[in-house]
């Protein structure tokens, strides 16, 4: 008979790659998807919140063909033979559900989402296998007005969080008008697939290689710095020259609007106000519309892409989104496969010092386009889609980086316990605190130590202690221990400024309410 | 060779057990669950996001003895042979994150949590694998103020989500108790593990089966209606009568509770204001725990458990949770295990019909209770804690049941496309609206045919359709129709009230926002 195993004790650990998130984390991200969800839902977006599990039937590029279809995804096998997997992304569950649902759903769909989303990728440093993403998509209209009204409401939704204008721009573009220069550039047919693959990647990294990065992608092939080299696509001197001509519109568009930007800055700095019409009094696009024009030559679907670019373009001008904000940017390529129209970027153009404390661009939070192809998996049938997916944690650090959100910098009130038995009183003194709107708690741990109760407070980073001993409650007052003036008091102990400002106060019980609030006012 | 399979068009299904949730289904739960949040703040927890996935070893129930873990779980197993699995409550994630990183939080630790957990169950009507939970609990203290406070913290959190005093009680007892009582009828030691659990079962069920079936239970058993027999404790008459003595302390209790709620009702009918110290002035709770402590007699446990209920019944009556509130009830039992101490449970009071179209209590919404081993898995430490979980969807259901949510009966204005060619007029039009805090939105699919587009506005729950042809462009005018009036009139369209009220006007195009605000504003 096999002994009974002695179960060890378990590990107390987050599985590799996912994270708890504690207090302001967790307030913060809340209070900054509620914001973006009114702007969304302003804009006639309704809210929806799928199942986490999809069959992975249902999710698709991820079909069982192997004996366990976890590749990218983390899945399992049901009883009954079925494979279930947790959703990777907002799109494929958003495909489903219209599929599932079509009959009864408005059309065009116009819907929001917001929650976490699960990879099963190899964990690296700030890179999780859950983390949330914020969705927004209309499903069944091929107008570009559907494009353009996303890129304003993600313009509107970057303000209302607290990003300033002029500290972001959405870049768009059309996948057409790249397959177009492909075209031109001799790369379309099904046999230059890898090629035209290759030169996306190229151009997807402009920002990161430089004109000179790319074009040895464009040819031969590129080794980076670590020695490792990449096969570039083989290009003729004279196709490269097409790509290169097509990235240097992009990259002289992007040298014009910052020099606006900065120009922007200082009219700021100066206190004048800016003078709207000057800054955009004029479709700045329409330049680039036109390079890309000529570009794209006799390319139908190069020709269709640029029209359907200045439509967007147009559009957003009209409703005034100037270049400050809206730019088109051929170098937004978004991805590889899937996006089939109009693609859009927003990115953030402040400075941050990167890892290796370099300054750079905080770059893309957020970017999207047209797919149409998603929801035919089930139905047969076409439906054009847009939308535009949020890097949640990408722009709450973006938030924190410019000091937008972190106001919340003090815990609770706390209420030390002098007298394990006049818990009542306290309980009390807690109570009359939230009753008025002020978060505060009574020390609930052994109350002999009262050092402990202080330690306890400085780790709540409370504001203030309240102490009532049996003294104090004889004589009907209590003390007002002002812990942020007591800290700095520590801190710059030898300062004459605080030397006459006591740190602690003695108040009569009933005036307790009042001093608190005025302490904490500041 | 093998031929390569053709893929069949995936199914647009939510996996079985599994449900989406569109529009206000989403919305009124994020603003329930934000207000709770509000008050939890309050009282000073912190929230926390643990991740979704636990290794099952964390999770505990769960261990890996059998080749797939996945008992009541989902569960797999990654490449590197470790087992992981979805959450299946709140609390087990508590224990772990509290023993990891229980060196960096406050002791004793406030924390509050709200998010989806899962559970490998057979899915049945309105049983769902997927669902919300939304706890709070307090870890590291032994001291009953830290369960008062929790009692008192869930009334004040009805009470902001819009449950009103009188609608709700909070049912309160000790598991210490139960224990003595089962001490005193001679089910104490290892050998009576089996008929404990059967009373305890039995207690359990008191608000389903009456005091007969209890009785029944307690004896030889009870054959139900469908003629299926549960096998009862087996209990001596003697022994039976001391756990019956024990129930009908809490059904006087609470016919008691039961009276003075309708005469507080009828007071707040008659609109004479609520004499609170007639009402609470005396605890009546003292009654009930007179009799409790003549039921334990001897029992060392059970004259604890009367001891601890008292001072957290002391506690809350002295914060003015008077038994309009909180009641303390013996036939609170709340599962088997787990519990070491107090136990909680918020029940609605008002009446509801079930499926059934019986008039019934509406029932509990939320339970919760001292546990003190679920730490020491880890640490090796007892840790004692408390805590409480909402029924998320049960509290919506009967928010909505009181009419209290659901107010959100509009959909956006729709502005619809009369001329595709300028589609920046209408988008300005939207703008103009948004910019108000008005939700609006263009009709974005084919406009061909404008009867699809009033389809769409009727879909969407539109209060006001918007209309600019070529006409009214040119005359500087917009039609504006009241589709709420529209409906209304077509209802009763012999009524003489709604003759002379047009359901459509033409105003100024500068005077549209003037006009919707009116139209709005009812």
Redesign the interface.
């Known amino acids: 008979m096999a002994k009974p ?1 002695k ?1 060890p ?7 590799k790659g ?10 913060e991200r ?1 209070a900054m998807l ?1 914001r973006i ?1 009114e702007v969304y ?4 977006f ?10 992975v ?2 999710l ?1 590029k991820f ?1 069982p ?1 192997v004996d366990r279809p ?1 590749e990218g995804v ?3 096998q049901e009883e009954d033979g ?1 494979w ?1 997997a ?1 959703r990777y992304d907002m799109t494929a569950p958003l495909a ?2 219209y ?3 079509r009959g009864d759903l ?3 769909y ?1 819907r929001y989402t917001m929650g ?1 989303v ?1 990879r099963n990728e190899k964990p690296g440093p700030g890179r999780f ?2 983390f949330y993403q914020c969705d927004a998509d ?1 499903v ?2 091929a ?1 570009m ?2 494009d ?2 996303i890129c ?1 409401m993600l313009a509107d939704t970057l303000e209302a969080v607290g990003i300033e204008r002029g500290d972001y721009v959405i870049r768009i573009n059309n996948r057409k008008v790249l397959n177009g220069v492909m075209e031109v550039a001799g790369l379309s047919g099904d046999d230059k697939e890898a090629e035209r693959g290759i030169v996306l990647r190229a151009i997807d990294k402009l920002d990161r290689l430089g004109p000179d990065g790319v074009r040895a992608l464009l040819g031969e092939g590129r080794k980076d710095e670590s020695g490792d080299f990449t096969k570039g696509a083989g290009l003729t001197a004279e196709q490269a020259a097409v790509i290169v001509s097509y990235l240097e519109v992009g990259v002289a568009q992007l040298n014009a609007h910052k020099a606006k930007v900065s120009r922007q800055v200082e009219v700021v700095k100066s206190g004048n106000p800016i003078d709207q019409a000057a800054f955009g009094g004029e479709n700045p696009n329409a330049t680039t519309l036109q390079m890309l024009r000529g570009l794209v030559g006799g390319s139908l679907i190069g020709k269709q892409g640029v029209e359907e670019l200045d439509q967007v373009a ?2 957003l001008f ?3 989104y100037r270049s400050d904000r809206v730019l088109v940017d051929p170098s937004v390529v978004r991805g590889l496969g899937y996006y089939t129209g109009p693609v859009y970027e927003a990115e953030l153009t402040f400075d941050v010092q990167n890892d290796k404390g370099q300054t750079v661009q905080f770059g893309s939070v957020a970017g999207g386009g047209r797919y149409d192809d998603l929801v035919k ?4 049938q076409e439906v054009p889609a847009t939308g535009v997916s949020i890097g949640v944690d990408r722009l709450l650090t973006a938030l924190r980086a410019t000091g937008r959100i972190g106001s919340e910098t003090h ?2 009130v706390v209420v030390t316990v002098m007298d394990r038995d006049r ?2 009183d306290y ?2 003194m ?2 009359e605190l ?1 009753a008025d ?6 020390y ?3 109350p002999k130590n009262f050092g402990n109760q202080l330690k ?1 407070a400085d ?2 980073n409370s504001p203030i202690a309240i102490i009532e001993g049996g003294d104090e409650k004889e004589r009907g007052v209590v003390q007002i221990k002002d812990l942020i003036l007591g800290a700095k008091i520590a801190e710059t102990a030898t300062h004459e400024e605080w030397k006459d400002r006591p740190s602690q106060f003695e108040v009569p019980r009933s005036e307790m309410l009042a001093k608190v609030r005025e302490i904490l006012a500041g």
Chains 1, 2 share one sequence.
Do not use: C
Not at 9 to 15: N, V
Not at 41 to 44: M, S, T
Not at 377 to 380: A, M, S
Not at 437 to 442: H, K, M
């Open positions: 195993k179960t004790r378990p590990k107390a650990q987050t599985p996912f994270a708890d998130y504690f207090g302001s984390d967790v307030t809340t509620s969800a839902h302003r804009y006639g309704d809210a929806l919140e799928s199942s986490a599990v999809e069959t039937e249902a698709g079909l063909d976890n983390f899945a399992w079925d279930l947790l489903r559900v599929a599932q649902h408005p059309s065009p116009r976490p699960w296998r859950q209309t069944g209209t107008s007005a559907a353009a009204e304003a147009q559009l009209s409703q005034g998996r089930f139905t047969g815990g609770p818990m009542a309980q009390a807690v109570a939230r709107g002020i978060r505060a708690e009574v609930l741990g052994n306890y780790k709540r």
